[in-house]
Nanobody
């Protein structure tokens, strides 16, 4: 199990911003696909963004241009900057890591939940109208 800890969630008004942080244990190999996902009440978990160790990122269409995923390899952190948040984006946001480090190639990290094996406990994001 790869320890992942998310932080940065909170309550904001529509149109405001939040930045989420995920810390990967310093004892783990951080050259792997990492991603952000979310799960709204009564809905399935969905992908938001994914990033490889070189910084190449992929996003789902609904957040393109508003969200930005990034990582700091030296700190074993990944981040999700979320701008212009919408009420329908209220959810628990999760950080996840791929156990298969061979997938860590440019263009191969995708925000598909089934591709990830290690999950954090999640952080709540609430967006009010």
């Amino acid at each position: 199990q790869v320890p992942l800890v998310e932080s940065g969630g909170g309550s904001v008004q529509a149109g405001e911003s939040l930045k989420l942080t995920c810390v990967l244990s310093e004892y783990e190999d951080n050259e792997r696909c990492m991603g952000w996902f979310r799960q709204a009440p009564g809905k399935e978990r969905e992908g938001v963004a994914a990033i490889d160790s070189s910084g190449s990122a992929r996003y789902v269409d609904s957040v393109m241009g508003r969200f930005a995923i990034s990582r700091d390899q030296a700190k074993n952190n990944i981040y999700l900057q979320m701008n212009a948040l919408k009420p329908k984006e209220t959810a628990i946001y999760y950080c996840a890591a791929d156990s298969d480090t061979s997938n860590d190639e440019v263009g191969r990290c995708t925000p598909l939940p089934d591709e990830y094996d290690y999950w954090g406990q999640g952080t709540q994001v609430t967006v009010s109208a």
